[in-house]
C-alpha cells in the first residue's frame, strides 16, 4: 500500500469506493440527523488532493463528507482499528449516540468495503429502539414489526414469525 501519494490517489483500492458513496448518500444520513465523518491515516494533503482528482481516475472528486487525516494515528489507535505494522488503520465503522456511546462497531479487513444501505439501517434501528423502547429483529427495517423486551412480547414475535 502507499501512503500520502502526491497524484491524489490514497492508499487503499477499497476506501474511495466507500467514501464516495457515502458522501453521494449524504442526504439521506441528514434526513435521519446522523452525521457522517470519514478519518484516513492520509496526510491531510493526499486527501485533499484526491478531491481534486476525478472518480473515475480514482480520485474522491467532490466530496458532501468531511476529510479527517489521522496521519499520526492517534484517532484510529484509541478505537483499536490501526495496523501497527503497516502504519494504517482496517476499515472501521461506528455508530455513536448523541450522548457520546459508540452503539456498533464493525471492522471490515482491506479487501471488503463498508454498506451504505446497512449504516444506514444500523443507525435507524437504534434510533428506532432508543425512542419506542422496543428492540429491532435481524434484518429490520423502518416500519418491520419490533418487540418489547420482555418474555411475554418477544415469545409471541418468535410463535408468529418462526
Known amino acids: 500500500m502507499v ?4 497524484d491524489g490517489q490514497v492508499s487503499s483500492y477499497v476506501c474511495p469506493t466507500e467514501l464516495i458513496a457515502f458522501s453521494d448518500r449524504i442526504d439521506e444520513f441528514k434526513k435521519i440527523h446522523a452525521e457522517v465523518v470519514t478519518i484516513s491515516t492520509n496526510s491531510k494533503f493526499s486527501l485533499l488532493t484526491a478531491t ?8 474522491f472528486g467532490m466530496m458532501k463528507i468531511p476529510l479527517i487525516s489521522d496521519e499520526n494515528h492517534k484517532i484510529s489507535r484509541d478505537y483499536g ?7 494504517v488503520s482496517y476499515r472501521g465503522f461506528f455508530v455513536i449516540d448523541e450522548k457520546g456511546i ?12 463498508r454498506s451504505v444501505d446497512e449504516a444506514l439501517r444500523l443507525v435507524q434501528a437504534y434510533q428506532f429502539s432508543d ?8 434484518d429490520w427495517h423502518p416500519g418491520d414489526e419490533c418487540m418489547k423486551p420482555t418474555l411475554q412480547d418477544s415469545l409471541k414475535y418468535y410463535q408468529k414469525h418462526y
Open 81 to 87: 482499528i490501526l495496523d501497527e505494522e503497516k502504519g
Open 131 to 138: 425512542k419506542n423502547e422496543q428492540y429491532c429483529p435481524v
Open 102 to 113: 459508540i452503539r456498533q462497531i464493525t471492522i471490515n479487513d482491506k479487501q471488503v468495503g
Open 3 to 6: 501512503k500520502n501519494r502526491k
Open 52 to 59: 481534486q482528482v476525478p472518480r473515475n481516475e480514482r480520485g
